[in-house]
Structures are given as C-alpha cells and as structure tokens.
C-alpha cells in the first residue's frame, strides 16, 4: 500500500511541474527570459514569485495570423504564410512603485504555397486589463523568418500597477497604435 501511496505523490508532483505557462526553459530560454538583467532591476527591483505575476492568456480568434497574396482572400493556393502564437510564460520584478513583467510568447511560422520565404512583419499586441480599464497596451511589429520554423516573441518592460491584472497577447491588425 505504500508503494501504491508514493506512486501516486509522485504522480502527482509530474503532473504539477507539467504548466507551461510558468516555465521559460520550456520555450527553449535560460533562467533569464529578456537575455540581459540589468543592475537596475538587481538593485531596484525585487523578483516576484511567479503565482504572484500575473498570467500571459491568448485572447480567442487573435492567435493565428493568414497572409495571403494580393487580391486573395481564403484561398489555400494563395496563402504567403501563417503565424500562431501557443505557449506562453513571463517574469516579474517589483520596483518602488509598479510591478513590470516580460512577456514572453512561443509561436511558429509556416510558409505557404505561394511564399517565398524571407523575413516578414506580423503584429503582436501586449495588453493589459483589470477588468474594465486597459491598464497598459502596445503594438509591435515583429519581425519573424518565414524559413526559421519556431520563433520567441519577447517584451519587455511591460509597467502594470499592483491588483488584479490579465495580460493578453495576440495579433493586432488594426492601425498601428502604441498606447
């Protein structure tokens, strides 16, 4: 019966350590998501732990992007590429008086029949609500290799107030606002 016990803790302790969300290795990146910790955020900032750093979530219909050659629209023939955003994680640091987060994003590019390879643009908005109010948004254009495959979207410096916060990211291709 003990055997049986232990078995099922261990069980247990897998499946616990099997969240995405909360772990930067899993998308292929060291400790340090952003590449580089400043000393600033070493000596102004306190790293939060990460139940406490609020959660990453693709909003629906904004994590597949379609590119289709001019003039087409739906036609599998003329597709250029298609980009979709999956798993996601992300890093806190408490500073004096807000707490900012990297946001990080898995996604993978796939060429079409009538692509042609190369580097292309795709938007990729980072937003934050606490409910009601956007606390915080911004829209970049992201460069990604249409020949690489799989890519990590990353941003930065993303200054959210204390509370209870959502953090969205998806493809955004409205007109190009920052703020």
Do not use: H, W
Request: hydrophobic share 35%; proline share 5%.
């Amino acid at each position: 019966m003990n055997i049986r016990r232990f078995l099922g803790i261990s069980l247990l302790a897998v499946i616990a350590g099997c969240n995405q969300t909360d772990k930067p290795a899993d998308l292929g990146v060291t400790s340090d998501p952003s590449g580089v910790q400043t000393a600033t955020q070493q000596q102004t900032g306190t790293a939060v732990v990460q139940g406490s750093c609020p959660q990453v979530y693709l909003r629906d219909g904004t994590a597949v992007l379609r590119r289709y050659a001019k003039g087409a629209k739906d036609d599998p023939q003329k597709l250029l590429y298609q980009v979709t955003l999956a798993d996601s994680t992300r890093q806190c640091v408490l500073n004096q008086s807000q707490l900012v987060m990297t946001v990080m994003v898995q996604g993978r590019v796939v060429p079409g029949p009538a692509g042609s390879g190369g580097t292309v643009n795709v938007p990729i908005r980072v937003a934050a609500t606490d409910g009601k109010t956007t606390l915080y948004s911004e829209l970049v254009q992201y460069a990604v290799n249409t020949d690489a495959g799989q890519f990590i979207f990353t941003k930065g410096d993303v200054a959210l107030p204390g509370g209870f916060t959502k953090v969205y990211v998806g493809f955004d291709e409205g007109p190009y606002n920052t703020k």
